[in-house]
C-alpha cells in the first residue's frame, strides 16, 4: 500500500509554527520534515501528542494513494 502523509498540510491548516511543535515533541525542525517526507514514520508517542497539538485522529496523518 502506498502511502501519502499530510503532515505538512495538518500543520499549515493549524497555524502553529514546526518549531513549536518540533519542541513539544522533543524533536528537531529537521526530524518533524523528515516525518513530513517520509524518510521516517512518527512513532507512537509522538503521533499522540502530535494528534492533539493538530487537534485531528491518527488516521489524518496519512492516506493511501
Known amino acids: 500500500v502506498e502511502l501519502k502523509c499530510n503532515l505538512e498540510e495538518l500543520i499549515k491548516k493549524s497555524g502553529l509554527r514546526k518549531d513549536f511543535?518540533?519542541?513539544?515533541l522533543g524533536i528537531s525542525?529537521?526530524?518533524l520534515r523528515?516525518?513530513?517526507?517520509?524518510v521516517n514514520f512518527?512513532?507512537?508517542?509522538?503521533?499522540m501528542i502530535l494528534?492533539?497539538?493538530l487537534?485531528?485522529?491518527l488516521d489524518d496523518f496519512y492516506t493511501k494513494k
Open 42 to 47: 512518527i512513532p507512537m508517542d509522538k503521533a
Open 34 to 38: 523528515n516525518y513530513e517526507l517520509m
Open 21 to 24: 511543535i518540533a519542541k513539544k
Open 51 to 53: 494528534a492533539e497539538l
Open 55 to 57: 487537534n485531528c485522529s
Open 29 to 31: 525542525t529537521r526530524q
